[in-house]
């Protein structure tokens, strides 16, 4: 009798197992990565959460763990649509972000504009951004989705308790970056906001995200003798320029900063410089699940 091996038969359990892939895209690198790094913390989290309780119940009764990737989009609308359209070409379900408006907006312009539209070649695929905060991306396709903060609401409601609160303060002068879609954009909301709320705005100073000088600027702010500066710009410009007030020694009454400057790099490049700056931010750790994550 010859006895030949019997293979070992297949587990079930294993040859059933069924996952949902979801890609995470946004900024680990550059200037804005505190965003990203925060974006992927909670996305590493919720993954962990939703697989350690079985993972995710599918429509036929079955359940799916949750395979993921994160790629670096550095911020660059270039490369964000080159990695999105990687992942598209691949079996990834769906793609969380990106982390800036200004690879956003046109990320979300190569997609399809209306679900179903024949005669509409962009890309079916859904995107949705927990950080791109510029208003009216989501009205580009029905394809992308948001969930942020509303920055209108936000300055609208911060400038009227500004008003309230300090009503010896009258004027206000801005500053601005003007070569980054958010906080390019967000100088018109700070703008509208302090006129509704009565305050004259007396006019805006410009800049760049990589520039490191700002002593012309800051003289025009220190002779203009504003009540209120508002800056909109991001972590690195808004502590050169809140430094240069400090060698200039302009001292406004209050100073307002843009909603994505409300980061540790802030705190680390500037912190002592940037004391009593106020900022509108929807990242407050105010919920448990919030501060298990913080």
Wanted: charged share 20%; with cysteine.
């Amino acid at each position: 009798m010859i006895l030949a091996p019997v293979p070992n038969a297949p587990d079930p359990a294993a040859a059933q197992e069924r996952v949902v892939k979801i890609a995470g895209v946004g900024a680990m690198t550059g200037v804005i990565r505190g965003f990203g790094i925060n974006s992927k913390a909670v996305f590493d989290m919720v993954t962990d959460e939703i697989n350690a309780a079985g993972g995710i119940k599918l429509a036929d009764g079955t359940r799916a763990k949750i395979v993921t990737t994160f790629v670096d989009e550095r911020c660059n609308a270039e490369e964000g649509i080159s990695v999105v359209r990687k992942l598209v070409s691949e079996d990834w379900l769906v793609v969380i972000g990106p982390t800036c408006s200004n690879v956003a907006e046109p990320l979300f312009g190569i997609l399809q504009r209306k679900v179903g539209d024949a005669g509409d070649s962009g890309l079916q695929f859904p995107i949705f951004s927990d950080t791109a905060i510029k208003p009216g991306l989501a009205k580009i396709s029905e394809w992308a989705f948001r969930n942020v903060p509303h920055e209108p609401t936000m300055y609208n409601h911060l400038f009227k308790w500004l008003k309230e609160k300090y009503p010896d303060a009258k004027t206000v002068y801005g500053g601005v970056e003007t070569d980054f879609a958010h906080s390019n954009s967000n100088w018109g909301t700070m703008e509208a906001a302090a006129k509704a709320a009565g305050f004259e705005v007396l006019g805006v100073e410009k800049w760049l995200l990589a520039d490191t000088e700002f002593s012309t600027q800051v003289g025009k702010w220190r002779r203009a003798k504003p009540d209120i500066i508002a800056i909109s710009s991001h972590p690195f410009t808004t502590c050169g320029a809140i430094r240069e007030m400090k060698r200039q020694a302009v001292k406004p009454k209050l100073l307002v900063g843009l909603t994505s400057t409300a980061t540790l790099e802030t705190m680390v490049a500037c912190g002592p410089e940037a004391e009593g700056l106020i900022i509108p931010t929807g990242f407050a750790p105010v919920t448990p699940e919030a501060k298990r994550v913080a």
